[in-house]
């Protein structure tokens, strides 16, 4: 009998103990959730200028005064000094022929492989290489 007294009276101090001390905080995966982790915002044409603006103010020209934006569809050099060849679009509902990204002109890219590097045969300017997608 004695065992058992004892037994309970250990119990009920064990449950007073633990029942004093404040709850965990939550931890970061069971915070709650705001948005859709897949959602997609749309930003109007002055949103995306006001982005730019953004961009320009706290990006890289201000840490390297010479540096230029590089034109839309324009080859761009990394740091490494390798260059970068924009990639063509697909044109849709004809397989095999995409868009010159430089002259919006078709191009017929059958048979080649994504990824290579390619210049279209009706544009005068051979700089103007582009990517097969």
Known sequence: MKISVFA??????????????????PT??????TSAPNEQQVINDE????????R???????????????????????RGGTVTYPYATKVPN???????????NQVDVRGIPSGTLVLDPNDNNTANKFRVP
């Not at 103990?17 to 709850?23: A, E, G, I, K, L």
């Open 56 to 78: 320009q103010n706290m990006g890289l020209e201000s840490q390297f005064p010479d540096y230029q934006q590089p034109a839309p569809n324009q080859p761009t050099v990394n």
């Open 94 to 104: 004809r397989p095999g022929f995409v868009f010159n990204p430089y002259t919006q």
């Open 8 to 25: 309970l009276l250990t119990a009920v101090s064990c449950a007073l103990v633990t029942s004093c001390y404040p709850p965990a905080p």
């Open 28 to 33: 970061p995966s069971s915070a709650p959730v």
């Open 47 to 54: 949103g995306q200028r006001q982005l730019e603006a953004a």
